[in-house]
């Protein structure tokens, strides 16, 4: 079965920098986009970043351009987000989630989300 | 960014009860919406895709409607594993943006 399982929890001072990771197993890792979505203690959800199936396009929601660069390794079945100068407004539970079917040009539903990690900027 | 907002924020209902969702859409999104479910300190679950297409092993129970730029989630009758937390999603565009949630809870 389809599973993600998130890591690179913890607590960083602000301006810091961190590393979240996400395995993948139980389907072919390297034919999905995949994508990073958090959300803050008690709100809702926001989209973060995507990276296509072959790592050849990224995208990245306004709050984190230019500080947060998504990327993958199909042969370690890995998605990771290295995020830079961080803000306390970065605090969030920091899911991974994969692409499902019934995609527009652009954009896709996701089908199989990780479990998340917790991400505390804080000083 | 389309700006995607969902009514009401918080609804009380019972079991049996028949509920209904709005999602609004700031601009066309054709049928490029998704629906999900968060229960507390889980990650969402995804119930409808391409706005009305139940995603495998969902209860028929749920449906989607709509096109354009207004959406509705319906859960026929209510069931006691129901109560969550309901997320609208666009994905129109790579910039993907949810709703704000609405909160459905026993009444």
């Known amino acids: 079965q389809v599973q993600l399982v998130e890591s690179g929890r913890g607590v960083v001072q602000p301006g810091g920098s961190l590393r979240l990771s996400c395995v993948a197993s139980?389907?072919?890792?390297?034919?999905?986009?995949m994508h990073w979505v958090r959300q803050a203690p008690g709100k809702g959800l926001e989209w973060v970043a995507f990276?296509?199936?072959?790592?050849?396009?990224?995208f990245y929601g306004d709050s984190v351009k230019g500080r947060f660069t998504i990327s993958r390794d199909n042969s370690k079945k890995t998605l990771y987000l290295q995020m830079n100068t961080l803000r306390p407004e970065d605090t969030a539970v920091y899911y991974c989630?994969?692409?499902?079917?019934?995609?527009?040009?652009?954009?896709?539903?996701?089908?199989?989300w990780g479990l998340g990690t917790l991400v505390t900027v804080s000083s | 960014d389309i700006q995607m907002t969902q009514s009401p924020s918080t609804l009380s209902a019972s079991v049996g009860d028949r509920v209904t969702i709005t999602c609004r859409a700031s601009?066309?999104?054709?049928?490029?919406l998704a629906w999900y479910q968060q229960k507390p300190g889980k990650a969402p679950k995804l119930l409808i895709y391409?706005?009305?297409s139940l995603e495998s092993g969902v209860p028929s129970r749920f449906s989607g409607s709509g096109s354009g730029t207004e959406f509705t989630l319906t859960i026929s009758s209510l069931q006691p594993d129901d109560f969550a937390t309901y997320y609208c999603?666009?994905?129109?565009?790579?910039?993907?943006?949810f709703g704000q949630g609405t909160k459905v809870e026993i009444k």
């Open positions: 139980g389907f072919t890792f390297s034919s999905y986009g």
């Open positions: 999603q666009q994905y129109k565009t790579y910039s993907q943006t």
């Open positions: 989630a994969k692409e499902g079917i019934g995609c527009s040009g652009d954009g896709c539903p996701f089908d199989y």
């Open positions: 391409k706005a009305s």
């Open positions: 990276i296509r199936y072959d790592g050849t396009n990224k």
């Open positions: 601009q066309s999104i054709s049928t490029w």
